[in-house]
């Protein structure tokens, strides 16, 4: 739990009010608030810094006004949801990749309960919904990025598709952060980790994406798509500042590529 100055500093931090109770329009605010204000990406990962599960990942967000994986993203919300009013649990997930899943805590989502309604909420994945979605429904759930469904899968686990297309798996079952300590091990040192094969920053707009690559540079504006590179040291920190708020005084350098099985959670 976070103490009331935690609370409000978080709040500040997404630009959110805060909520008179732990409502459902109000769950769908601090979602929608949070990926609109906090960056997913993996540059520590990079920068050669530590991957915090705990408290610690709320200040690198208010703090430090930075972003960061599933793995911290997510239990960071859950700490603000939790310590607004709202009941919340991990759920463990296995990303569709190729038509496979990968094995189990490969990603970290919560499962939030309002007004007597069980969501799933996510803001640690590249295409998830901006709105919590329904686990008490196989309906179509229409979202700003596109249309979702969330479908019961023959292991007990829940499907959550994008326009038709699995995403992920996650199962409601018993899970704290400690779960995934050996699973957020692998990511930090394997040459197969998706966390090391790639460098990127990215964040919805209210009318798109922009997105940061290594140094290939995305802006996507309704209809408009503009694509660049940028070489230049100083621009990329620039970049970094401008259209995600973080300042940085070294640039991350990726790491040596190593295997000839990559995997991308793009």
Request: glycine share 8%; proline share 7%.
């Amino acid at each position: 739990m976070l103490d009331d100055t935690a609370v409000t500093a978080y709040l500040d931090r997404i630009s959110a009010p805060r909520p008179a109770g732990a409502t459902l329009d109000a769950l769908r605010r601090l979602q929608e608030r949070h990926l609109l204000s906090v960056p997913f990406e993996n540059l520590g990962y990079h920068l050669g810094e530590d991957i915090h599960m705990d408290e610690r990942v709320v200040d690198k967000i208010v703090g430090r006004r930075r972003g960061g994986g599933c793995y911290e993203v997510n239990p960071a919300l859950g700490l603000l949801l939790r310590s607004l009013g709202y009941p919340v649990s991990i759920m463990p997930g296995r990303v569709w990749i190729k038509g496979e899943l990968t094995p189990p805590l490969c990603h970290l989502t919560l499962k939030v309960r309002a007004e007597g309604h069980d969501l799933l909420v996510d803001v640690g994945f590249g295409r998830n919904s901006r709105h919590p979605l329904s686990l008490e429904t196989d309906a179509e759930q229409p979202d700003p990025h596109g249309t979702y469904r969330v479908r019961s899968a023959d292991d007990g686990g829940i499907d959550v598709l994008l326009d038709g297309t699995a995403l992920y798996r996650v199962y409601d079952i018993p899970c704290t952060v400690a779960d995934f300590g050996p699973t957020l091990w692998w990511y930090r040192t394997a040459p197969d980790s998706p966390f090391l094969q790639n460098l990127f920053c990215s964040m919805p707009t209210e009318t798109g994406r922009v997105t940061l690559k290594e140094d290939r540079f995305t802006l996507v504006d309704g209809d408009r798509r503009e694509k660049r590179q940028v070489t230049d040291a100083r621009e990329l920190l620039e970049t970094y500042e401008k259209w995600f708020g973080i300042k940085l005084d070294r640039l991350p350098v990726k790491a040596a590529p190593t295997t000839t099985a990559p995997m991308s959670f793009d």
